[in-house]
């Protein structure tokens, strides 16, 4: 390798050390689900915070709300990423969990683990951010999301999602939290389900009736179309750019 290689290949590296989507191997397992759990805790408080403050200051204005939701969003989800990463590669969500095991960056064991403490401990964070806000700490959501359009959006929601974190995975794998994080503070404006793509994101939300929620009666839909868009972005980006040996754990 000559001088003018070495020096491009070393940052190139660096970057693919920078944000692991398996998290550190070298932790145990009950560790990486506990800093899984915990982000995902805190994610969903973001959210539900984010959406319950900008709806009690716009004095009911959902445009502003909204705004205050998806830039909040974006950026604590950018930061969670950023700290939780090299812990247990700060997934957060379950196809993002699938999507890494298909591709074998995870083990397919670790995997229902992982969407388990992702299930608790987003509910767990729709909880604590209701006592943070003094309502009832126990409710269900009566927002109705649901039909063809909406689930159209989760598809297309999800599929973006994938598409940046595999495609930036790849070539700039320092920019994924960033990339994450401003795409889906941009999805929240244009898909027309305000871009949950994540089913326990979605079954945490059913547990807030407050402007971030779902009706649990429309979690199975979410879901499904989520589901949709995760293997429609695997088959595209499974051609686009396939996995090379030297990504498998």
Known sequence: MTELQEEVAEPVEAGR???????????????RLLAEGLGTALLLAV???????????????????LLA???????GLAALILAFGSISGAHFNAVV???????????????????LVQAVGGILGVWITH????????????????GGPQWAGEVVATLGLLGVILGCSKSRPAAVPFA??????????FTSSTSF?????????????????IRPVDVPGFVVAQLLGAVLAL??????????????P
């Open 131 to 146: 006592y943070m806000f003094g309502l009832p700490v126990l409710m269900t959501s009566t927002h109705v999301r649901s």
């Open 197 to 213: 793509a994540n089913p326990g994101v979605t079954l945490a939300r059913a547990f807030t009736d407050t402007f971030s929620g």
């Open 97 to 115: 969990t699938l999507a890494m095991a298909v591709r074998k960056q995870i083990p397919w064991r670790e995997v229902l683990p992982y969407i």
């Open 17 to 31: 050390r920078a944000i692991p989507r398996t998290g550190s191997p070298t932790l145990s397992l009950g560790k």
């Open 69 to 75: 939701n998806s830039l909040a969003t974006g950026a």
């Open 180 to 189: 994450v994080g401003a795409y889906i503070s941009a999805a929240y404006w």
């Open 235 to 248: 088959a595209a980006f499974g051609w686009l750019q396939p996995p090379s040996p030297q990504e498998d």
């Open 47 to 65: 959210v539900v915070g984010s959406g319950i403050m900008g709806q009690r200051l716009s004095g009911g204005n959902d445009a502003v709300t």
